[in-house]
């Protein structure tokens, strides 16, 4: 199947010509193409969204996973991990069991666990009856109860280290988040086999000229990849714009998006947190930030405006493939069957999104 565009994304570069599709992998790229439109880009990957459109995924059921994920691939997201913040054990066990695992569209990776193995100084606005000391039995049962893929943890908390091993043996990614970890720590929790930091400058220690912490370690670990939220309230252009250069090609996007993402302003609850959002930002009670509500596409067209300079290559878990600022303006209209990773290039599966002008 020709999918009739003028060019593909690949790798960082526009190929011209059309793509071919065949037992729903990708077999050619700069196919002839006479009277070819829009563009074929890999589709995003969004680590961390708590929720869409409406829809919680602490709470939802199949038919809300399925509405949401529905609004997620309008918006270009092909691939997921559906988060769920600290939470009581019996609570979380529940939301896990209800994570769809056979087929879903887009795909879900897996979920990914923001705590509650975090610190008590660092909560943003998760609940601090909720917060554990790391319990392997504690995470040994949680894992049973669902098919989980990534967890944000404090490693400088005692015991850290045992969680740490426990999910490398099990293949689940470990983040550092919701941390006061020293600069010293983290570089020891990534040493560990810690891969990535979780919204890095936001609810952790902040940076600073002697102690850099979290964030300043993971910016200079080459092997590190962060993970940043362009919804312009959780990060200053100015710092995303350091970001994108000091961790060039490892900087993820995600969105952290809630439920209110994509539905306006109004009252929410994320994972029995309730909270207000008022002209696109969500705080809590308290007025702490509670997620965003940007969707992936928009987030990519912050990053553009924020002016960050073109990167030939996306990080290895990146939403983004390297869209330039004319690309970014168009708007994702279609996105094919779910599959193993996000590219455009020849033999991988078609996971893409096909892009016009508006």
């Excluded at 929790?189 to 300043?216: C, D, Q, Y």
């Excluded at 100015?238 to 995600?254: H, I, M, P, S």
């Excluded at 493939?321 to 209209?333: A, E, N």
């Amino acid at each position: 199947m020709r999918l009739g565009v003028g060019a593909a994304l690949v790798d960082g570069s526009l190929v011209p010509g059309d793509v071919e599709v065949a037992d729903g992998r990708i077999a050619g790229v700069g196919l002839s193409s006479a009277n070819g439109s829009g563009v074929a880009a890999p589709g995003f990957v969004d680590l961390q969204v708590n929720g869409f459109a409406g829809v919680d995924f602490f709470t939802a059921d199949m038919s809300g996973y399925r509405g949401a994920g529905n609004a997620l691939l309008q918006g270009g997201v092909t691939a997921y991990q559906p988060t769920f913040i600290t939470s009581p054990e019996d609570e979380l066990i529940a939301a896990l069991r209800e994570v769809p695992q056979n087929g879903s569209v887009p795909r879900i990776i897996g979920a990914h666990l923001e705590g509650p193995f975090i610190s008590g100084e660092r909560l943003g606005t998760h609940p601090a009856e909720a917060r554990r000391d790391p319990d392997c039995q504690l995470l040994q049962r949680l894992l049973a109860a669902g098919p989980v893929s990534h967890v944000t943890l404090a490693p400088e908390l005692p015991g850290a280290y045992e969680l740490m091993e426990l999910l490398r043996q099990r293949g689940v990614t470990v983040s550092c988040g919701h941390s006061n970890a020293t600069a010293a720590e983290a570089r020891a929790a990534f040493s560990r086999g810690a891969k990535t930091v979780t919204h890095i400058f936001n609810a952790m220690r902040p940076f600073a000229a002697r102690e850099p912490g979290l964030a300043g370690a993971a910016l200079v670990s080459g092997d590190v990849v962060v993970q940043v939220i362009l919804d312009g309230v959780h990060l200053a252009d100015d710092t995303a714009r350091l970001v994108w250069q000091a961790a060039a090609g490892r900087v993820a996007l995600v969105t952290d998006a809630t439920a209110a993402a994509g539905a306006g302003d109004g009252s929410y609850t994320l994972a029995g947190v309730d909270f207000e959002v008022e002209n696109g930002v969500a705080r809590s009670a308290e007025r702490v930030l509670a997620g965003s509500t940007v969707p992936m596409i928009e987030a990519v067209r912050n990053l553009v405006q924020a002016k960050c300079p073109h990167a030939s290559r996306a990080g290895r878990s990146s939403a983004l493939s390297g869209l330039d600022r004319s690309q970014t303006s168009w708007l994702s209209t279609t996105a094919s069957r779910s599959c193993e990773c996000s590219s455009a290039a020849p033999t991988q599966p078609a996971d893409y999104l096909r892009m016009t002008r508006t």
